[in-house]
């Protein structure tokens, strides 16, 4: 069983920054492999970003080169910089921890990040 905690989320201006932040419980963090995902409103669930447990990362096109994961194995956490913010970066941020040994995905709540001026 893995609880995440996002957070970090908030009200910034285009072309600002922010950082979020995900907290995981449990004794195998740095096998999972990690990922943010958003939901804008109307629209589907997407994949933003994504970590390997040996750190390899995977970007969706529309972040490429504005936002970085990354991951602290030793204090269970994963983060998401977000620079260059726009408004269609405007969502729900969801952190995700995929099981490495059973085909199951763990949730966190999620933390609004809303850009605009």
């Known amino acids: 069983q893995v609880q995440l905690v996002e957070s970090g989320g908030g009200l910034v201006q285009p072309g600002g920054s922010l950082r979020l932040s995900c907290a995981a419980s449990?004794?195998?963090?740095?096998?999972?492999?990690m990922g943010w995902y958003r939901q804008a409103p109307g629209k589907q669930r997407e994949l933003v970003a994504t970590?390997?447990?040996?750190?390899?990362?995977n970007y969706a096109d529309s972040v490429k080169g504005r936002f970085t994961i990354s991951r602290d194995n030793a204090k269970n956490t994963v983060s998401l910089q977000l620079n260059s913010l726009k408004p269609e970066d405007t969502a729900v941020y969801y952190c995700?921890?995929?099981?490495?040994?059973?085909?199951?995905?763990?949730w966190g709540q999620g933390t609004q990040v809303t850009v605009s001026s």
């Open positions: 995700k921890a995929s099981h490495p040994f059973l085909n199951y995905d763990y």
């Open positions: 449990g004794s195998i963090f740095s096998l999972y492999a």
């Open positions: 970590i390997t447990s040996g750190g390899s990362t």
